[in-house]
């Protein structure tokens, strides 16, 4: 009975066998997994991050536990997915449990199972960390406990979601780290200043009703105590606002096997001047901002914002700054005209003042990803693009699929003719024409944002603060040394025709 036993059992173990390599393959290459599993003692040291300290600007304070906490990430996901791989004498049955650690952090599955993994590792490395932490795991009553044999429950608060957000920045830049230099321990290099993640913390709280969307979200400061946010009310901010962050962990976990991998004599090196410094008083894609643009988009452009929040903006894929090429619709079509890529607007902005609004004078910004480039006509045209609130609190607002109005660029030409009714000059995105959602008049001395119930391109969701419906709000940023408009294109497509 006991031979018979063991030949039952083995088609479905050679079953098994096969899932789990098929699902590991989709991610990884096999022979890389197999190279990788061949050291699983030492995988605690192979999930690790590179040697590296963090900094913030000030006047932010590094989260506390920070070093501690990222000190801890490479074995609490050792321990938590591959302990039962892990074994001196790496035999068939530890492949499989390898395999299956792997898939449960790597392989493809619905948005919360993701997300609830890495709020494990945080969890767990808050532990070994000695940080507090409101997030626990909790194993199903039959007492399964293994990776989806239960659920994540508890709560974050807002501190723990600033310490959380951070973690998973410095795992994205991990992906960046064997490329670059700087950032190294005992002396090697500057310390890496992470961005701050204050607009996506606001965020989270403000989806879950844990701060009020209104006046007071301009003076708010993570160190302030306050009410946090449930597991479950994090993961839906999560899965509606920055998906990509779902996805960090089996980013992380391949990009450490790789790199394992790799030939420290063979990598290619990139510049790093712009990580060790603040630039957010230089351009208003900051690195906090394009990183939370990364998470938000669903689609390739989300690659191309990835570095940008590692190393800073390339300045070569600016195309238009007004406090470079000037001010006004004119000026900017002439550093644009005949780009058909992909392009961040980026807008700061006062609140008009001598308003009845209670917040008046206070400063926002918002964004406008196109993938259609520009073009002078009278009408609505594009095929795809997203608004986004970057500043003070940060909402991606995706297409609709209703209507099409994704953008509209109207100037003057030289050869002017009579018009009855003549159309607005201006940049304007969703709405309709006389009724936009953004509007930016012909000198660029006012925005006009509208309430959503204008608009069937876009998603509904305030862009600013407070807004008030159907409201105009006004002047332009007038400080010289700060920039209103940024125009980020995007590398690889072809630049303006020349003329």
């Not at 059992?9 to 990884?28: G, K, Y």
């Not at 299956?100 to 070994?128: D, E, H, Q």
């Not at 400061?221 to 998906?243: C, D, L, N």
């Amino acid at each position: 009975m006991g031979g018979s036993s063991s030949t039952a059992s083995a088609p479905a173990e050679a079953r098994e066998l096969r899932e789990q390599e098929a699902l590991a393959s989709a991610a990884l290459s096999l022979p890389l997994l197999r190279a990788v599993f061949s050291r699983s003692p030492d995988l605690a040291a192979t999930l690790s991050l590179p040697p590296a300290s963090f900094r913030s600007a000030p006047p932010l304070e590094t989260p506390a536990h920070f070093q501690d906490l990222l000190a801890s990430l490479g074995p609490s996901i050792a321990s938590l997915f591959f302990s039962r791989g892990a074994s001196t004498d790496a035999g068939a049955g530890d492949w499989v449990a390898f395999l299956r650690g792997f898939n449960s952090c790597c392989a493809r599955a619905r948005a919360s199972l993701p997300l609830a993994a890495l709020l494990r590792v945080y969890a767990a490395a808050c532990a070994a960390a000695g940080a507090p932490c409101g997030v626990q795991f909790r194993p199903d009553e039959d007492g399964g406990g293994d990776e989806e044999g239960g659920k994540v429950v508890g709560e974050l608060a807002p501190g723990e979601i600033a310490l959380l957000l951070s973690m998973c920045w410095v795992m994205a830049w991990s992906g960046l780290a064997p490329r670059v230099s700087g950032g190294e321990e005992g002396g090697k290099g500057e310390p890496v200043l992470h961005p701050d993640v204050s607009h996506l913390v606001l965020s989270a709280l403000v989806s879950a009703g844990a701060v009020a969307d209104d006046e007071d979200v301009w003076g708010w400061e993570v160190s302030a105590a306050g009410k946090g946010v449930s597991v479950q009310e994090f993961t839906s901010w999560v899965i509606s606002t920055v998906p990509g962050l779902g996805n960090c962990l089996s980013r992380y976990v391949q990009d450490r096997f790789r790199s394992s991998e790799v030939d420290p004599t063979k990598e290619s090196s990139v510049s790093t001047g712009n990580t060790t410094f603040d630039t957010s008083d230089a351009y208003l894609l900051t690195r906090g901002r394009a990183w939370s643009i990364s998470l938000s988009v669903r689609n390739t452009l989300s690659e191309k914002f990835l570095p940008a929040s590692v190393i800073g903006m390339d300045t070569e894929d600016l195309l238009y700054r007004s406090s470079l090429h000037g001010k006004g619709l004119s000026r900017f079509w002439s550093c644009v005209e005949g780009y058909k890529g992909p392009a961040l607007i980026l807008i700061s902005a006062f609140s008009k003042t001598g308003s009845d609004n209670v917040d008046a004078g206070q400063k926002w910004g918002l964004g406008v990803l196109t993938e259609d480039g520009f073009e002078n006509k009278d009408t609505f045209y594009g095929s795809s693009g997203f608004l986004c609130a970057t500043y003070p609190i940060f909402r991606m607002l995706l297409p609709s699929g209703k209507e099409k109005n994704i953008m509209y660029c109207h100037l003057h030409t030289q050869l002017k003719t009579y018009e009855a009714t003549p159309k607005p000059l201006g940049l304007a995105f969703g709405g309709s024409i006389g009724n936009e959602r953004v509007f930016i008049d012909e000198d660029f001395s006012k925005v006009t944002i509208r309430h959503h119930a204008v608009d069937k391109t876009y998603q509904h969701g305030s862009l600013i603060p407070n807004q008030i419906d159907l409201a105009a709000f006004g002047n332009w940023e007038d400080s010289p040394e700060k920039m209103m408009m940024d125009m980020v294109s995007d590398p690889n497509r072809p630049r303006r025709e020349e003329r």
